[in-house]
């Protein structure tokens, strides 16, 4: 995958969306049961985010970000999420939505001062 460039990427993840699609077709048509021979409802959920997000970073990659980063999409995840939310807890032990609002100035801060630092 690290050698692989990033057309081809996409067109392995779109011939996985057509693939899909074609087979739950086939079933619909030829009457067989999806509930037996097609992936679970949730397994088909789980590929169709997958499949958009991969396409949704390669074009905020490709249009936003004008190639001065590389594309490692394993290196997304949510570990980011999960540092910011422990920062929160550090100001307010039980956060709400709401109290993360007003927080999000002083996590700018932080983030950009661990940016700068890092």
Known sequence: MRTIGHMELVRMVLRRRYFLWLWKR????????????????????????????????VY?????????????????????????????????KDFTHLNFIPTTIRLHVLICLSLELG
């Open 26 to 57: 086939f079933l619909r048509v030829a009457g067989y049961s999806e509930a037996k021979h097609y992936v679970s409802k949730e397994a088909d959920g789980i590929l169709d985010k997958l499949i958009d997000g991969f396409l949704a970073l």
């Open 60 to 92: 905020v990659y490709r249009n936003n970000l004008g190639g001065k980063y590389p594309l490692l999409p394993w290196m997304h995840g949510t570990e980011i999420v999960e540092h910011t939310l422990a920062e929160c807890r550090q100001f307010i």
